[in-house]
């Protein structure tokens, strides 16, 4: 990518930090770094006007210590090869910090998807499909994509839809991707589950009363102001669930500028305007703010950026007054503006913890492909009819009539949504304090990401001496 080092020694020199906080052999911790297959590969496009062109595309597959693998597939025109091996290698890590049982990949296509129409986009991505399906590159239990920057839905629909052509009769067939709509063997919830994510894992770093009064902040979410960068799918849905959860949105960044108004945007007002318009300046009651980057140096509390890796660097960290910084995107911040950070006493929650919200969800969509059933049909009723039950007695105790709006609220029984969402939150909370209790109770680690690290290097690394690999 340009204007940026090698992404992979990024992920690289932070794997060797936290490297050194274990005593594993330097066999196994090379196992557990290197990408254990790279596909490189090509294949021609004709365009509408009839012209040729080739389209560049990858797929990487870090660790196969657990399989499948995972990771989401990214459509953007400066994908290149170590950019797909450090977010494969993220994948592994992150699965391991939130203990998804999957071992980490991700995809990329070398292209802008605003330069296609619908019709080539949807044989780019089946070709793409068609070319990792060929080569055992695709598979409910081999490597299973989901969306990523650039990509959605949609093109999770076509690479299901183009897998289930190709293995007729495969009965798991669906669980060859996930991100896919409801519809199409999707999951209520995952498409705002990165989001939802991030909400839970800054909620719970503002409730550590240590780490507020260390930063001089008051506990809680409440009242906090945050800059969002990316109005994409991550950062639309962190900032609504923040918004929802009592933070305040200062300041919104996109590529065309940014936005900022002390009293509060509105995300979903924002995305409006930008649609209606075209652009995010001039959103009503709002300043507008040319270059978009500045809008990461504002004075506030959170920074969330949530679009691509590698927006804060030595050269800005000096200028960043966040006290908190919630990494929506992957890797966006570089080695050198870490111990910037630290020097500062920020507080940074690593995006291989606090973007694993999609992952997680994803993992539920996978298992409810392989189970073919929706989560909650089988105790829905059930659990309704025990929750009456109970509210039944209570009255007969007390004497006290509940109301029917109080009644419909209690004793509802989960449904899909419940019971995702609070798989997710039950998943960020104890990955939350489990890497604080690693930094708390390893001496010398400096932060979260190194904690991070050192959690999963520990987890891989039991999993390959399980698997009778290593000693
Ligand atoms: P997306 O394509 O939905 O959104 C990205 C947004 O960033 C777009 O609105 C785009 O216009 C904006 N953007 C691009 N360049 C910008 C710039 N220079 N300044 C400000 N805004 C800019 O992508 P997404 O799925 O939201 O992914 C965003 C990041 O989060 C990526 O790093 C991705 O790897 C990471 N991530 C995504 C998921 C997921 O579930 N989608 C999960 C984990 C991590």
């Known amino acids: 990518m340009s204007g940026q080092a090698n992404f992979f020694d990024q992920v690289t020199q932070y794997f060797s930090e936290a490297a050194k906080f274990t005593t594993y052999p330097q066999g196994l911790l090379e196992q557990i770094r290197v990408c254990n297959s790279v596909y490189r590969f090509d294949f021609p496009l004709r365009r509408a006007g009839g012209e040729i062109e080739v389209i560049h595309a990858w797929r990487v597959e870090h660790s196969q210590h657990k399989m499948p693998v995972k990771g989401g597939i990214r459509f953007s025109p400066d994908v290149y090869e170590e950019e797909v091996m450090a977010l494969a290698a993220l994948m592994t890590y992150k699965c391991a910090i939130v203990d998804v049982p999957f071992g980490g990949a991700k995809g990329g296509i070398k292209i802008d998807p605003k330069n296609y129409p619908i019709d080539e986009l949807e044989r780019i991505t ?6 990792l399906t060929k080569k055992h590159f695709l598979g409910p239990g081999i490597d299973v994509p989901a969306p990523d920057y650039g990509t959605g839905e949609r093109e999770m629909s076509w690479i299901a839809d183009t897998y289930a052509a190709l293995n007729p009769g495969e009965l798991d067939a669906l669980g060859c991707v996930t991100g896919k709509p409801v519809t199409q063997g999707g999951v209520r919830g995952r498409k705002e589950a990165t989001g939802r994510g991030l909400y ?33 799918n991550v950062g639309y849905h962190a900032a609504k669930f923040c918004r929802e959860g009592g933070a305040i949105l200062l300041a919104i960044a996109e590529r065309e500028g940014a936005i900022m108004n002390p009293k509060g945007l509105n995300e979903d007002e924002v995305f409006n305007h930008r649609k209606a318009t075209g652009s995010i300046l001039n959103f009503p009651g709002a300043t507008n703010i040319e270059n978009s980057a500045a809008a990461l140096e504002l004075q506030c509390d959170v920074l969330l950026p949530a679009a691509l890796e590698s927006v804060l660097t030595k050269e800005n960290a000096p200028r960043i007054k966040a006290k908190i910084l919630l990494e929506g995107a992957n890797g966006p911040t570089t080695p050198e503006a870490d111990p910037i950070f630290r020097q500062k006493g920020m507080l940074v929650i690593p995006d291989i913890y606090c973007n694993a919200g999609g992952v997680t969800v994803s993992y539920f ?6 189970s073919h059933v929706r989560f909650g049909r089988m105790q829905k009723r059930h659990e309704q009819a025990n929750e009456l039950a109970m509210l039944k007695a209570i009255e007969a105790a007390t004497g006290r009539k509940f109301t029917e709006l109080e009644r419909a609220s209690i004793a509802r029984g989960p449904d899909e949504q419940d019971l995702v969402n609070s798989g997710l939150e ?25 904690a991070a690290f050192v959690s999963a290097i520990h987890k891989v690394a039991r999993s390959y001496m399980e698997l009778g690999i290593f000693p």
């Open 126 to 131: 089946r070709r793409y499909a068609l070319e």
């Open 365 to 370: 969509e996978w298992l409810k492909n392989l």
């Open 200 to 232: 839970f894992a800054l909620r719970e770093a503002c409730n550590e009363p240590d780490e507020m009064k260390r930063l001089g902040l008051p506990l809680g979410l409440d009242g906090k102001t945050i800059v969002v960068q990316g109005l994409g």
């Open 426 to 450: 039950e998943t960020m909370i104890a990955a939350f304090h489990d890497l604080l209790k690693t930094q708390r109770e390893t001496k010398g680690i400096p932060d979260l990401r190194i």
